[in-house]
């Protein structure tokens, strides 16, 4: 099982990215997907998450800001950021946590670099 991250780059205040993050190989549908970044100096934290039914979570810093979705039939999760801020820069890291049988575990991406300038 491997996790594939992209999207991240160079971008002005205000502005908007997307990242995605697609699943190879074969695991279970009953699995959580996540966002979690890493700004320098400091811990990998949660940024956001959501179960193969669609219930999500997010970080208080990003609600109203970002928005996770998914594509369960291309093992797909995707994180809408906008109205980015020089604080949301970090690397994100995407995690899968697959819950059923198959491929049973916690994987995660490379981690994409999101850098947001003032």
């Known amino acids: 099982v491997q996790l594939q991250a992209s999207g991240g780059g160079l971008v002005q205040a205000g502005g908007s990215l997307r990242l995605s993050c697609t699943v190879s190989?074969?695991?279970?549908?009953?699995?959580?997907m996540s966002w979690y970044r890493q700004a320098p100096g400091k811990r990998r934290s949660l940024v956001t998450s959501?179960?193969?039914?669609?219930?999500?979570y997010y970080e208080e810093s990003v609600k109203g800001r970002f928005t996770t979705s998914r594509d369960n039939a291309k093992k797909t999760i995707y994180l809408q950021m906008t109205d980015l801020k020089p604080e949301d820069t970090a690397v994100y890291y995407c995690?899968?946590?697959?819950?059923?049988?198959?491929?049973?575990?916690?994987?995660w991406g490379q981690g994409t670099l999101v850098t947001v300038s003032s």
């Open positions: 959501m179960n193969t039914g669609g219930g999500t």
């Open positions: 995690n899968a946590n697959i819950l059923g049988a198959i491929g049973r575990g916690t994987y």
């Open positions: 190989g074969i695991v279970s549908s009953d699995n959580i």
